[in-house]
């Protein structure tokens, strides 16, 4: 029970793959209170259904990062909720899909922006708001991708708003590490969920990570899951601004 009696904060569940879902089932039986997000009415039948799988107090709200208003609203009812909030996780990313094949050089300005917004700035929207209910100190945690640091077919756009938002990480644990609050990345290798399947050509990504990795296979969400919960627990305390590949090795090969 690594994080027993923790208050977490889960945004970006879509369906029971995303790796959000993961992260927040293996924090919940770890003794975790959860409080789950879903970005619109189209997600929240599915939220609430999902949301069952994780006791009778978890708190489940509407939030979009780009409304301002929605994410202040967030905060604003986990205050009233929770005497304080001790783990964030950041697992939201959104890009056009035609920006996501084809060369990125054709990025339209609209598409570079959007994904930009949505993927990397609510990192440091969610964080502003986070840090005056982290009265304890806390942890918050955001999912990268290798496409971040060096180019991968079709990740384009998204690999330039990974770079943003590692970055972004980076400059809040300066910012945040003086209140106690800890940011660090996590970068899973490929799996097939919702937002993967938009980047064109995702099956021969797979077999290609899982055949030339060390460990010779794909990660699955838990993997990602149970490097999260020990980023969001007690047994990190001094980790900061920090990235760990969760990818089976595949970001130390070369060429
Ligand atoms: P997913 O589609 O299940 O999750 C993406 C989430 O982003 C969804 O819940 C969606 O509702 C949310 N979202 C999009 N726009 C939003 C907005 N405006 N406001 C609030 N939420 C919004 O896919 P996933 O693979 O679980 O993705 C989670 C994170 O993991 C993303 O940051 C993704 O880039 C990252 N990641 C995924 C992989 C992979 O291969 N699946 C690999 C590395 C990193």
Request: one cysteine or more; proline letters at 2%; a negative charge.
């Amino acid at each position: 029970m690594i994080l027993k009696d923790k208050n977490i904060l889960v945004l970006g569940i879509a369906n029971h793959r995303s790796i959000a879902y993961a992260i927040a089932k293996f924090c919940n039986e770890q003794g975790a209170n959860i409080c789950l997000t879903f970005q619109n009415e189209r997600l929240r039948r599915n939220a609430e259904k999902l949301a069952k799988d994780f006791g009778e107090g978890t708190l489940l709200l509407p939030c979009d990062v780009t409304v301002e208003e929605e994410v202040a609203g967030l905060f604003a009812e986990i205050g009233k909720r929770w005497e304080r909030l001790d783990g964030l996780v950041h697992s939201i990313a959104f890009a056009n899909q035609e920006d996501l094949k084809g060369d990125y050089v054709d990025t339209s300005r609209d598409g570079w922006l959007m994904a930009q917004e949505i993927s990397a700035f609510s990192l440091t929207q969610l964080a502003r708001h986070a840090k005056d209910l982290m009265k304890d100190g806390g942890s918050i945690i955001c999912m990268s991708y290798l496409g971040g640091e060096r180019v991968v077919q079709n990740y384009n756009v998204m690999g330039v708003a990974k770079a943003s938002l590692e970055m972004s990480a980076r400059y809040l644990a300066h910012n945040l590490g003086p209140h106690g609050i800890r940011v660090n990345i996590v970068s899973p290798g490929p799996i097939k969920t919702l937002a993967a399947s938009a980047v064109a050509g995702l099956k021969s990504i797979l077999d290609d990570v899982r055949e030339r990795n060390p460990l010779r296979r794909n990660v699955s969400q838990e993997d990602v899951a149970k490097v999260s919960a020990f980023l969001l627990s007690d047994l990190s305390t001094a980790v900061t601004g920090e990235t760990i590949h969760v990818d089976a090795g595949y970001h130390t090969i070369g060429m």
